[in-house]
């Protein structure tokens, strides 16, 4: 395998972790207050729909962006009606989310189909983005330097600020943080939304970055993955960032060998020969199952964690009922 071949499997990795680590960045906040969402991927699709739709209009991608943000927090918000005003089950409403954010994106891109937009490009000089060797670190898109730079935001926030350590005592414990005079419905809702904002903002990756077309679904359950992977990193942004990119590789090998490539770059010797020639006897089909087969499993220890295990906020997926 070749200095370029490295570099563009590297960028490939890149892009394909992304939308995962924006959108399980946003479930973490979600999560981190209490609140348990399990309709990351139909807001992502709102954000996919949302972002090429103003894309479109406005042929302006910064634009589409903020169109995608504010998409996919408009759904986060309507699915913390239900369960932070009106105490609907969190689970339930979760997948009635994705659900109805897979149909209506469905349905607004038939007005979509078949129309193309231009890639959101590098922030770089093009003598940078698209140089053979530092396009490995100036040739992304914007998102995915935003993406980098939310990690440590984020931590920061959660385990630096006052707002952050409020929002972390509503999760941990809402009756005393509201017996304090905090506003448990508030903070929950600003964090629905961020992680709302977030996935949408993720979908959007699809639309205006990998495929900038719309596609019915082209989020592909990389939602479900975001999920597993708040849990994989036990609620720590910096262990987050890692399982995005252990994802990103699984996707990677999945496209790798569709492709045919470990036939053509094995080298005749050394250990990364004989590495490329054990994963060229695993069918791709594997890869591509793989990262949901670790979601499956993951989300199968949410079920059945025991309440107060582990680093899961305490009050994680439990109604607020202040009068009880």
Not at 177 to 193: D, E, I, P, T, W
Not at 290 to 306: D, G, H, Q, W, Y
Request: one cysteine or more; aromatic letters at 12%; hydrophobic letters at 55%.
């Amino acid at each position: 395998m070749n200095h370029f071949d490295w570099i563009a499997s590297l960028m490939t990795i890149v892009g394909l972790s992304t939308p995962i680590l924006l959108a399980a960045l946003g479930e973490l906040v979600s999560e981190k207050s209490g609140v348990l969402n399990l309709g990351v991927e139909g807001m992502m699709l709102l954000g996919a729909i949302g972002g090429f739709a103003a894309g479109v209009m406005f042929r302006d991608p910064w634009i589409a962006v903020l169109f995608a943000a504010a998409s996919g927090a408009a759904g986060a918000v309507l699915f913390g009606i239900f369960v932070l005003l009106l105490n609907s089950n969190q689970t339930a409403t979760g997948l009635a989310l994705t659900i109805f954010g897979t149909g209506l994106s469905s349905l607004l891109g038939l007005n979509f189909q078949g129309m193309i937009l231009m890639p959101f490009g590098s922030i770089f000089p093009r003598t940078l983005s698209h140089d053979p060797v530092w396009q490995v670190i100036f040739g992304y898109s914007p998102i995915v330097y935003f993406a980098l730079i939310m990690v440590p935001v984020v931590a920061w926030f959660l385990n630096k600020t006052r707002a952050g350590l409020i929002l972390r005592a509503v999760g941990e414990n809402d009756h005393s943080a509201h017996s304090l005079g905090y506003s448990v419905v508030a903070v929950r809702f600003a964090a629905v939304a961020f992680g709302g904002a977030m996935a949408g903002i993720g979908g959007a990756y699809f639309s205006l970055v990998i495929t900038p077309m719309w596609a019915e679904k082209m989020t592909a359950g990389r939602g479900w993955i975001a999920l597993a992977l708040v849990v994989f990193s036990a609620w720590r942004p910096g262990r987050l960032l890692i399982g995005a990119y252990l994802f990103g590789v699984l996707m990677w090998l999945e496209l790798f060998a569709k492709a045919g490539g470990f036939t053509q770059v094995i080298p005749d010797i050394g250990p990364l020969g004989i590495l490329l020639h054990a994963l060229q006897a695993i069918p791709s089909q594997f890869w591509a199952a793989m990262p949901f087969l670790m979601t499956v499993v993951v989300l199968a220890v949410i079920s059945s964690r025991e309440r107060g295990s582990g680093n899961a906020p305490a009050c994680l997926g439990k109604p607020f009922l202040p009068s009880g």
